[in-house]
């Protein structure tokens, strides 16, 4: 509890400290813990730059120094709290983010860094046989909140219990039947937690992920970030970082 308690003053803090510390044009860059994509080095739910690994974290940080763009970047969680931050907040920024069309107009978008699966997942073995999405009402179904896919299925109606950590072992435990996540996101967490290999039981649709800006960046901070990420694809440079997460 107490530990809850500091991490909800801590963010409460974060504008605040942003604006004492910076130049008016640093982008304040929030993520979470979404592996392989961003994560902490140390498994926290805080970390600075220098302790988040990932692919779109390298591939992000590339992007604003090549554009010459001063960040500064933090890790912290809820996801559904960075996204309302990065929309409210001018100067703040928000990653891996899927450019869905309820979000579109909230943001200005940079990208895409990276692509995901949108599915359900269940444990090796699992009888459970779905034809079509609507065959998994009968189970129960975890996601984490402010996902596109906890958010995608909620709008069909679907009840999702919300999971904070640890998906692949409460999955592989029963607290539900399903985990709703997303691919390879989902298969890396489950292997680093050393639940194995996962099946998906469902693929409901594919997304790409981006940058997601303030509406009040301005359009030229926008247009370089875009320009340096579009070398940055053209060099193979973001390949080749996805190659070292997803190949080993």
Same mark, same amino acid.
């Given at each position: ?76 969680? &809820?996801? !559904?709290?960075? =996204?309302?931050?990065?929309? /409210?907040? +001018? ?6 983010? $899927? ?12 990208? &895409?860094? !990276?692509?995901? =699966?949108?599915?359900?997942? /269940?444990? +090796? ?6 034809? $079509? ?14 996902? !596109?896919?906890? =958010? ?97």
């Amino acid at each position: 509890m107490l530990n809850k308690i500091i991490c909800r003053i801590a963010f409460a803090l974060l504008p605040l400290f942003a604006g004492t510390t910076q130049a008016a044009d640093m982008v304040q860059i929030l993520t979470q813990n979404y592996p392989p994509f961003s994560m902490s080095a140390s498994g926290k739910n805080f970390e600075r730059e220098g302790g988040i690994n990932g692919i779109d974290k390298e591939v992000v940080v590339e992007m604003f120094k090549r554009a010459e763009v001063p960040y500064q970047m933090t890790l912290r969680f &809820p996801w !559904s709290r960075l =996204q309302e931050m990065a929309e /409210k907040q +001018p100067s703040f920024a928000v990653y891996s983010l $899927s450019r869905t069309v309820d979000r579109e107009s909230r943001f200005k978008w940079v990208g &895409p860094l !990276s692509e995901i =699966q949108l599915v359900l997942l /269940k444990t +090796p073995g699992n009888p459970i046989v779905l034809n $079509s999405l609507d065959d998994a009402r009968k189970y129960s179904i975890g996601s984490v909140e402010g996902t !596109s896919v906890s =958010q995608y299925l909620a709008k069909q109606n679907f009840t999702v219990k919300n999971v904070l950590s640890n998906a692949p072992a409460k999955l592989q435990t029963g607290e539900f039947d399903l985990w709703a996540t997303t691919n390879p996101a989902g298969n890396y967490e489950a292997g680093k937690a050393g639940i194995g290999k996962l099946e998906v039981a469902f693929a409901i649709s594919s997304t790409q992920l981006y940058l997601a800006l303030n509406k009040e960046t301005p359009d030229e901070v926008v247009q370089k970030l875009q320009s340096a990420l579009d070398q940055l694809r053209k060099e193979g440079f973001i390949d080749q970082v996805a190659a070292r997460y997803l190949n080993n």
